[in-house]
Each structure stands twice: as structure tokens, then as C-alpha cells.
């Protein structure tokens, strides 16, 4: 079992940087694949980035990539989110999530194959 806290978001003009975190306790975060998802409003709940084990590969939406950064530091059980260039479609809840194992390709992107969510962080961003 692991517990998942999101901090970081918040209101940014277009154009700007948040940094999103997502401390995992309960169990370290170096067993889990970990990502984000984001929830924007009046629309699905989408993938945004996700990163293995070990750091790397990492995955991307293809809406966010060259923008976003996903990182993560096992030794402080903490993944990150650097969003940089950031416009008003970026305005959304994001929630941190874990999977237990590795994650292996287009899986990675797969909702179902997190088994951990935390509650999210607003991001807003004003145009």
C-alpha cells in the first residue's frame, strides 16, 4: 500500500512554470512506476507523463511533451512534474499515481494500470 500527496499547483499566467511533486509513503517509491494523469474541465481523464523505475524511459502525451518534464528522486520518494510553457488547455486537477511493478510501453499510458491515485492539485492557468 502506498499513500500519495500532491503539492505544487496553483494559478499561473500563460506562458508560465509550475512544478508539481507527489511524495509516496507507505511502502518506497522505487518499487512503483509513478506518473500523472489530469482531469480538465468538462473533458475525460488523460495521461500526461509517466516514468519507470529506475527514471527512465519516461512517457509523454503528445499534448505535453516538449513542455513537461516528469522526474522523480527515490531517495526523497518524490516525483515531479515540471510544466514549463504552460497555456490555458493546461488548466486542470492533476492527481499522482502509482503502479505496482514497471511500466512497460503504451501501458504506461493506461489509466487501469495504476493501482494508486492521489487526490490531485488544481493547476490553473489564466490567460
Known amino acids: 500500500q502506498v499513500q500519495l500527496v500532491e503539492s505544487g499547483g496553483g494559478l499561473v499566467q500563460a506562458g508560465g512554470s509550475l512544478r508539481l511533486s507527489c511524495t509516496a509513503s507507505?511502502?518506497?517509491?522505487?518499487?512503483?512506476?509513478m506518473g500523472w494523469f489530469r482531469q480538465r474541465p468538462g473533458k475525460e481523464r488523460e495521461f500526461v507523463a509517466a516514468?519507470?523505475?529506475?527514471?527512465?524511459?519516461?512517457y509523454y502525451a503528445d499534448s505535453v511533451k516538449g513542455r513537461f518534464t516528469i522526474s522523480r528522486d527515490n531517495a526523497k520518494n518524490t516525483v515531479y512534474l515540471q510544466m514549463d510553457s504552460l497555456n490555458t488547455e493546461d488548466t486542470g486537477v492533476y492527481s499522482c499515481?502509482?503502479?505496482?511493478?514497471?511500466?512497460?510501453?503504451?501501458?504506461?499510458?493506461?489509466?487501469?494500470?495504476?493501482?494508486?491515485w492521489g487526490q490531485g492539485t488544481q493547476v490553473t492557468v489564466s490567460s
Open positions: 516514468i519507470r523505475r529506475s527514471g527512465s524511459p519516461t
Open positions: 507507505g511502502r518506497t517509491s522505487s518499487s512503483y512506476g
Open positions: 499515481v502509482a503502479a505496482l511493478g514497471d511500466l512497460i510501453g503504451p501501458w504506461a499510458r493506461a489509466s487501469s494500470r495504476y493501482e494508486f
